[in-house]
């Protein structure tokens, strides 16, 4: 079955540096990839759909400059999180959609970023 | 506009007792609709979908879910829980296939 794989499961960074988080639909083309950021004990919410080839569609509310959403593949999207503050510490999922119609979205394991 | 309404943010069921997880949505048309797993520190993984066709669905796990239009529900049961059940269960809807609404999710606790 269609797999989506997320790196790094876990990362701690200090105030102020820059995170990279990546995801890999591993053995299928995903055209469209969703990331979402999950509160502790909270449900998942959209920040953003990328696009391949494209800009990505940020939800109102999310800062753009803040979460850089970049889909230079048909498998490979990045989010990276720029100059982290502690309140940016959360878990990242990242999901990807391998056409339309109803398709299920597959998840990948999720990224922990805790800003120290 | 759509939404997901999960009744009850925590259920306890004793093991072997039935497992009744509830969701209703909101929407002017009939949605997909899907129920997803989550274990702690990990990703969603799906237990089952409606899409069209017969409305008893049944997923993995021994999970099956039941979309009632006329009560824009669509909730999800297990005959008999099992310890390996806890967990965290979100439901979620979608009218393009890839844009998902998902609910605020409830707490499963199995007690031995």
């Known amino acids: 079955g269609a797999v989506v794989s997320q790196h790094p499961s876990w990362v701690i960074c200090k105030s102020g540096t820059s995170v990279k988080i990546e995801c890999r639909s591993l053995d299928f083309q995903a055209t469209t990839m969703f990331w979402y950021r999950q509160f502790p004990k909270q449900s998942l919410m959209l920040m953003a759909t990328s696009n391949e080839g494209s800009k990505a569609t940020y939800e109102q509310g999310v800062e753009k400059d803040k979460f850089l959403i970049n889909h230079a593949s048909l498998t490979l999207s990045t989010l990276t999180v720029t100059s982290a503050h502690p309140e940016d510490s959360s878990f990242y999922i990242c999901?990807?959609?391998?056409?339309?119609?109803?398709?299920?979205?597959?998840f990948g394991a999720g990224s922990r970023l805790t800003v120290l | 506009a759509q939404s997901v309404t999960q009744l009850g943010s925590h259920v306890s069921v004793s093991e072997g007792a039935l497992v009744l997880l509830r969701c209703n949505y909101s929407s002017s048309v009939p949605p997909y609709l899907f129920w997803y797993v989550q274990y702690p520190n990990q990703g969603l993984q799906l237990l089952l979908k409606y899409t069209t066709g017969a409305t008893l669905v049944k997923g993995i796990n021994g999970f099956e879910a039941e979309f009632k239009k006329s009560e824009t529900s669509f909730h999800l049961t297990k005959p008999s829980a099992h310890m390996s059940d806890a967990a965290e269960y979100f439901c979620a809807v979608s009218f393009t296939g890839n844009q998902f609404y998902f609910g605020t999710g409830t707490s499963l606790t199995v007690i031995p």
């Open positions: 999901s990807a959609s391998s056409g339309s119609g109803a398709n299920v979205l597959t």
